[in-house]
């Protein structure tokens, strides 16, 4: 991530702020950085989570977002753009700008942010009382992480290989690994 300006930002001016931006920009304890575009297995990729949790979750009080809307995690004093997500907390149904309070969330890794997206994102996600499973998808290897959160507080890893089923216990569903690399030509 590169920082898109120098000057430092209240959570609140940056929300300002970013309305009249162009790009899509990351804020951190008052820095801001500009996100780069993703390249197209990326995106299938994101779209093929997304579209396999809208179809599960239909009638049910949870909701699947996609990348263009921001996460924000007040304990970090950060804003995240995470590549899919879902909430079923009702006091989100309200907020146009952000959610505060997902049970899910999806980063499918890049080689420019997985060092983040394991590391100091995790980190940050993990202060989310609300967060029950992260998942960490990794197009190269075909490989799924399911971090989830156990009641001591502790996250387990369920890593999901071949021709398998991920389960999101925190949303009582599945979705096939099949599905998930759905288009995406093998290496």
Not at 60 to 85: G, H, S, W
Request: aromatic share 10%; proline share 4%; hydrophobic share 40%.
């Amino acid at each position: 991530m590169q920082t898109a300006l120098q000057q430092h930002f209240t959570a609140e001016d940056f929300l300002a702020w970013e309305e009249a931006q162009v790009e899509k920009h990351e804020f951190v304890a008052g820095e801001v950085f500009a996100m780069v575009g993703a390249r197209q297995d990326h995106v299938v990729v994101s779209g093929n989570i997304f579209a396999g949790l809208k179809q599960r979750l239909r009638g049910t009080p949870c909701r699947p977002y996609v990348a263009d809307l921001k996460l924000r995690v007040d304990a970090a004093d950060a804003f995240f753009y995470p590549d899919v997500m879902v909430s079923c907390h009702p006091g989100d149904l309200g907020n146009q700008q952000f959610i505060s309070n997902p049970s899910l969330v999806v980063e499918v890794l890049s080689d420019s942010t997985a060092a983040y997206d394991r590391g100091s994102k995790f980190a940050a996600y993990r202060q989310l009382e609300s967060l029950k499973e992260y998942l960490i998808v990794d197009i190269d290897a075909r490989r799924v992480e399911c971090f989830s959160r156990t009641p001591d507080n502790d996250w387990l890893l369920h890593d999901y290989l071949g021709e398998v089923d991920c389960q999101l216990h925190s949303l009582s569903l599945s979705l096939p690994l099949a599905e998930i690399f759905e288009d995406i030509e093998t290496a």
